[in-house]
Nanobody, 115 residues
Framework: QVQLVESGGGLVQPGGSLRLSCAAS????????MDWYRQAPGKQREWVAQ???????AYADSVKGRSTISRDNAKNTVYLQMNSLKPEDTAVYYC?????????WGQGTQVTVSS
């Protein structure tokens, strides 16, 4: 089982930046795919970004050009750097790990973009 703990959320003004972290309980070097999702109040959870083996990355159109997903295998942590934040980015952000044993989720971290 993989335990994931997100952190780095908070209140930020429009145009600001945040870096979210997702710390795993074990090595992430063998996890083929890790994703970030988000869920805004009253909306379904939506996919945000992915980093796969070989550090291949992909982004939702809504964050492309403003966000960067990365991983530090030595720290067993995946990051989501978000810039030029907008009020519509307000949501709980979750990371997930896709493994051969199943998909594991963290508890989420709240991001609020407001002036």
């Amino acid at each position: 089982q993989v335990q994931l703990v997100e952190s780095g959320g908070g209140l930020v003004q429009p145009g600001g930046s945040l870096r979210l972290s997702c710390a795993a309980s074990g090595s992430i070097s063998s996890i083929p795919v890790m994703d970030w999702y988000r869920q805004a109040p009253g909306k379904q959870r939506e996919w945000v970004a992915q980093i796969a083996s070989g550090d291949h990355t992909a982004y939702a159109d809504s964050v492309k050009g403003r966000s960067t997903i990365s991983r530090d295998n030595a720290k067993n942590t995946v990051y989501l750097q978000m810039n030029s934040l907008k009020p519509e980015d307000t949501a709980v952000y979750y990371c997930s790990a896709v493994t051969v044993r199943g998909t594991f989720w963290g508890q989420g971290t709240q991001v609020t973009v407001s002036s």
